[in-house]
RNA sequence: GCGCCCGUAGCUCAGUUGGAUAGAGCAACGGACUUCUAAUCCGUAGGUCGCAGGUUCGAAUCCUGCCGGGCGUGCCA
């Protein structure tokens, strides 16, 4: 059974379609043939859906879409819980007209699954592992990883919720030339500290919080030890102190924000299983590498990607590129069947060149599904606040959290598609009005809880067993009955595409919904028909506010 | 130069994967508080969907070429 409006429409659909054109939709038609688009009707004279089967037809049963259209409806069992009527406009559009009683059927069964509501089991479904933030661990996190953060959480949630079995991953770059330079730069203002004269290379890590990890080694066993040890000796022991200090950092951030990964998968551990010469060996045996200049290249062929690039430096070390490649056939090889990588957009020159060294791995390229998120301008006071990595002068994602709240934060970074820059306006984040969507929302929860309140203080009788539905009889009533019963709907689009803001978009139009609707109309009324239909829906409009929040990884609070 | 992404109301953005008369919020203007929270609501106004072609019953959406913005094009990560 589905819980999908759009579905039931469809399977009806199906059924008419395989009587009046069996060629086509019986047991012999082409499956690829045999789905039907169904759509909401924006406007309220075209009924509540559409479909357009009939002039996509037209042209392979060579009829007039309208004639196919009158035939197709000719089919179509109208039924007094659900299809109320159905009618051919326009060019050959059927539009469908649901019942009344149909959304009042959702209406209950968001009470009769309320947590679950919108939830669903899905047999069959290929194990997910979504990678996301993997900040290297030479600083704390900024805002432009709380996006990542906030749509990889939320991506995973939302697809766990519609029943992908999902894994998160963090990826930790804790080898390679960076960690090197981080090993230096804290030794360096460990020695400065000391009061030796250190010279601080540019290309080093800037940021006050190499200084505050090497005050922190002071007086200790280690900090002792490093200073007993030559430059060179010492270098590993500080690359291994700072990276673990600042992945702890960047964890409790992470926990802040409400970010929990199944894994944090170290890149380290790759050379510990040879993981990445056995990748390479594997891409020799492919004919896929080339020895050139002391380097050894990836060969890329034509279409792929625009040139060869460097797996293994004549230094002898390999590159990123080819621990990335060792690190994605990994995942594969743990039996991930599809993977999806959320990365900053100004990584997107790389997604052509992993998926090129997944294909010469013999993994098919399409497994791998790379999300970008672009830039964060953070806003205040209407102008931007300028940010630089190098120069460690940039705003923390712990600051913006700290100053706005986890709730707010993590709401605005799905305000927006996440290919598109994102101006996230501080002031805003903080004011409690209309313009800002995460009150705006959280509002008509605390509102619901509250009726629910005053009705115990005043005595009111509040149960809302056994309601008489018939008492919901206006329009608002039913336009929010029907955005009610999308929410599955829209939660199965949004998974499907892999679009959590969708979830955002929702819960602000069901809001809207609700406000208005409450401005105008009194919930305990002295009817008690009445009164108890009314809470009966208001409890169902926080139940899918709480629900949408939940996904969200935003609470619902019940007093503001 | 080449590649990827973006261009929708004054501003910030949606637009159900090609559907019917392109939608919200903010800002502007005008209204609504003896009330279940006015942290709200109602109304007015605002458009050549960057430009020009093409594909078809039908284009903001797909194709081509321009214009403008961002990013990439390291033996950096």
Request: some cysteine; aromatic content about 10%; hydrophobic content about 40%.
């Amino acid at each position: 059974m589905t819980d999908l409006v759009k579905d039931s429409i469809r399977e009806i659909l199906y059924k008419s379609l395989e009587k009046v054109f069996p060629s086509i939709y019986g047991v012999d038609g082409e499956p690829s043939e045999k789905s039907v688009e169904v759509s909401r009707s924006k406007d309220a004279r075209f009924g509540d859906y559409a479909t357009n089967v009939a002039l996509t037809l037209s042209k392979k049963l060579g009829l007039k879409p309208r004639d196919s259209a009158r035939t197709i409806l000719g089919a179509i069992p109208l039924a007094p819980d659900f299809i109320e009527n159905c009618e051919i406009a326009g060019p050959g559009f059927i539009n469908f007209k649901i019942s009344s009683a149909f959304w009042k059927q959702k209406l209950t069964s968001i009470h009769d699954r309320k947590n679950l509501y919108g939830h669903a089991n899905a047999a069959d479904q290929p194990l997910v592992l979504i990678e996301f933030v993997s900040a290297n661990p030479t600083g704390p996190l900024h805002v432009g990883h709380g996006r990542g953060a906030a749509v990889g959480d939320c991506l995973a949630r939302l697809l766990r919720f519609r029943g992908y079995k999902v894994e998160t991953e963090y990826y930790v770059n804790d080898a390679g030339n960076q960690m090197k330079i981080l090993g230096r730069s804290l030794l360096l203002r460990y020695q400065e500290l000391l009061g030796k004269n250190i010279e601080f290379p540019g290309d080093h890590y800037q940021g006050d919080y190499i200084k505050e990890l090497a005050q922190g080694l002071k007086g200790t066993a280690l900090g002792n030890e490093l200073e007993s040890l030559s430059f060179d000796e010492a270098l590993p022991l500080a690359s291994d102190f700072a990276c673990h200090r600042i992945l702890e950092g960047i964890q409790e951030d992470l926990r802040v924000f409400g970010v929990n990964f199944d894994r944090y998968f170290s890149e380290k551990s790759l050379y510990a299983q040879d993981a990445i010469k056995k990748a390479l060996d594997e891409l020799t045996k492919r004919d896929k590498l080339e020895n050139r200049e002391g380097a050894i290249w990836f060969k890329m062929s034509g279409d792929e990607d625009e040139k060869d690039r460097v797996l293994v430096r004549a230094s002898g070390e390999p590159t990123y590129f080819a621990a990335d490649i060792a690190y994605h056939k990994n995942k594969l090889d743990r039996g991930y069947e599809s993977l999806v990588d959320i990365w900053g957009s100004d990584h997107h020159g790389y997604v052509p060149r992993v998926k090129a060294g997944m294909d010469a791995l013999g993994y098919a390229p399409d497994k791998l599904r790379v999300m970008l998120v672009q830039f964060v301008n953070l806003i205040r006071d209407g102008k931007k606040i300028s940010m630089s990595t190098r120069s460690g002068e940039f705003v923390t994602l712990r600051e913006v959290l700290d100053e706005v709240g986890t709730d707010a934060a993590r709401f605005f970074f799905l305000t927006k598609r996440s290919d598109s820059h994102l101006d996230f306006d501080l002031d805003l984040a903080k004011r409690q009005s209309r313009d800002n969507p995460v009150y705006y929302v959280q509002y008509v929860h605390a509102r619901i809880a509250s009726i629910f309140r005053i009705a115990v203080e005043r005595n009111v009788d509040s149960d809302i067993s056994d309601p008489d539905l018939s008492a919901l009889d206006l329009p608002e009533e039913e336009a929010i009955m029907k955005s009610l019963a999308d929410f599955p709907d829209m939660l199965a689009e949004a998974a499907d595409a892999m679009e959590p803001h969708r979830v955002t978009f929702y819960l602000v139009e069901l809001s809207d919904l609700f406000h208005s609707y409450y401005h105008d109309n009194k919930v305990l009324t002295q009817d008690d028909r009445v009164r108890k239909a009314r809470l009966f829906l208001v409890e169902a409009v926080r139940q899918v506010i709480h629900n949408g929040l939940s996904i969200l990884g935003v609470t619902a609070p019940d007093r503001m």
